[in-house]
């Protein structure tokens, strides 16, 4: 959806945005009394959510509330299990459509079409995908269980049978919340997903001394991961099994631009690669490699097209805030010697264009 001015979508998702602001700030009801800020990062003197972070015991209390409803959630048959995620999808494509994108344009600083892409079409196409391959998977072989921290996605390993520990962006708390309603209302089980919003490394340390941790679903930083999958090996003497890390890090990537490449397109492609979703998107273009027989005129028009980027409230017209995109000139008969150095200069990108 591209939510066009006049039209119900959008009506619709500006009287969530304004139904959002008049309630903030949002409070998360999971009560610790230690209570954290979610701040608008267009405005930050305007308070989106409130959310008390967990302590010890409150990560402990989660950690036993989860490991008491595992035999019941494990028993549930997958078709049964299929169907909460389903209506969750329906729920997220329907009654909660608009909220979720309202929370996510105010607490991650989105448009309306980056919104719908990240929080809606890719959440509800996560569950409906997550039941078919689920699905296909049982054919071939039952799955065995074990316990996981969702980072990125709680409800996939949910669906296999799992419970869950969740510890959220601190970023993204009201928008992580509402998936938490919805996965409720469609009929999930208390306890099997356990929201605990905190410090990240303190919550980490806590899960990591449990006997029956057994696996990380993580989404992050590469230097977060590694710390982590080093904490979990030099554990690995206290777990009752061997524990599964599954993680999806960063990448800092890169345009290179032929002395063929049509100029125009060159230019759109590599202000949107570095500029949209305010380069929060782990494949956004940190670095261009362009041939000195195009830089002039790379240079004037991109500077041109820059120029034109909205910075502000994300309430109004499509915004992008102003990030650093670094462009590197190159003799135009050296490409070859370019591509090499781009695959030898460090293993860190994730993804490229050229």
């Known amino acids: 959806r591209s939510y066009p001015p006049g039209s119900e979508d959008r009506i619709k998702l500006q009287a969530a945005l304004k139904e959002l602001r008049d309630i903030a700030p949002a409070e998360i009801p999971v009560y610790t009394g230690k209570l954290k800020d979610q701040r608008i990062p267009s405005d930050h003197n305007s308070l989106l959510a409130k959310y008390h972070e967990a302590d010890p015991s409150i990560i402990e209390e989660a950690i036993e509330g989860a490991l008491a409803i595992k035999p019941i959630w494990e028993a549930y048959p997958l078709a049964d299990r299929s169907a909460i ?5 329906d729920l ?5 459509r608009y909220k979720l994108l309202a929370a996510t344009m105010l607490g991650q600083g989105k448009n309306a079409w980056q ?3 990240d929080a809606a079409a890719e959440t509800i196409d996560f569950w409906r995908f997550n039941v078919k391959y689920a699905h296909e998977m049982y054919q071939q072989q039952p799955t065995k269980n074990s316990p996981a921290i969702g980072g990125n996605l709680p409800s996939a390993p949910a669906l296999l049978g799992n419970v869950v520990l969740h510890k959220p962006s601190d970023g993204a708390i009201l928008s992580n ?6 996965l409720r209302e469609a009929g999930l089980p208390d306890g099997v997903i356990q929201f605990i919003p905190g410090p990240a490394q303190q919550i980490t340390e806590e899960i990591l001394k449990s006997p029956d941790f057994t696996s990380l679903h993580f989404t992050g930083s590469t230097e977060v991961f590694r710390k982590l999958w080093k904490d979990i090996g030099n554990n690995i ?3 009752r099994s061997y524990p599964r890390i599954v993680g999806e890090t960063g990448g800092k990537n890169f345009h290179v631009i032929h002395e063929s490449a049509n100029l125009s397109n060159a230019v759109n492609q590599t202000v949107r690669g570095a500029f949209e979703y305010q380069g929060q998107k782990c494949s956004a273009c940190s670095r261009a490699y362009v041939p000195d027989s195009l830089w002039e005129n790379f240079r004037s028009e991109l500077l041109k097209k820059h120029a034109t980027i909205n910075v502000g409230p994300v309430d109004g017209q499509l915004n992008l805030y102003k990030i650093d995109c670094f462009s590197f000139r190159y003799k135009a008969d050296e490409y070859e010697q370019i591509l090499d150095l781009v695959d030898k200069t460090t293993s860190y990108a994730l993804t490229g264009s050229v």
Request: proline fraction near 0%; hydrophobic fraction near 60%.
């Open 92 to 96: 997220a494509a329907g009654k909660y």
């Open 177 to 182: 919340w509402i998936i938490m309603e919805i």
């Open 85 to 89: 995620f389903l209506k969750a999808a």
């Open 237 to 239: 003497g206290n777990y």
């Open 115 to 117: 919104a719908e892409i």
